[in-house]
């Protein structure tokens, strides 16, 4: 019932931009903190920013000055804008939420920075 889907993945050079989209349907999205997660090829899925309900953001260090995480909980939809890409921010780019929030697994979008 639940479904979250990503969007907004592409090709893009280094130090170019792309902005993600995550909606979510079938939840009260507003009330739970919410995260992007990445997964690079034969690694582990790891959280790279956070949002709680409230709009407070954290990073991880990799992504700090870079990436900008937000939601709008009226559209149910969470962003990451992400700048000055590197070659490795390369990964599947999933959305979900963290703790009590946390859903099934969408089939994420897929970010891909090469030259």
């Known amino acids: 019932q639940v479904q979250l889907v990503e969007s907004g993945g592409g090709l893009v050079q280094p130090g170019g931009s792309l902005r993600l989209s995550c909606t979510a349907s079938?939840?009260?999205?507003?009330?739970?903190?919410m995260g992007w997660y990445r997964q690079a090829p034969g690694k582990q899925r790891d959280l790279v920013a956070a949002?709680?309900?409230?709009?407070?953001?954290n990073y991880a260090d990799s992504v700090k000055g870079r990436f900008t995480i937000s939601r709008d909980n009226a559209k149910n939809t969470m962003y990451l804008q992400m700048n000055n890409m590197k070659p490795e921010d390369t990964g599947v780019y999933y959305c979900?939420?963290?703790?009590?929030?946390?859903?099934?697994w969408g089939q994420g979008t897929q970010v891909t920075v090469s030259s």
């Open positions: 979900n939420g963290i703790g009590i929030g946390r859903q099934n």
């Open positions: 949002v709680t309900s409230g709009g407070s953001p």
């Open positions: 079938g939840i009260i999205f507003s009330i739970y903190s």
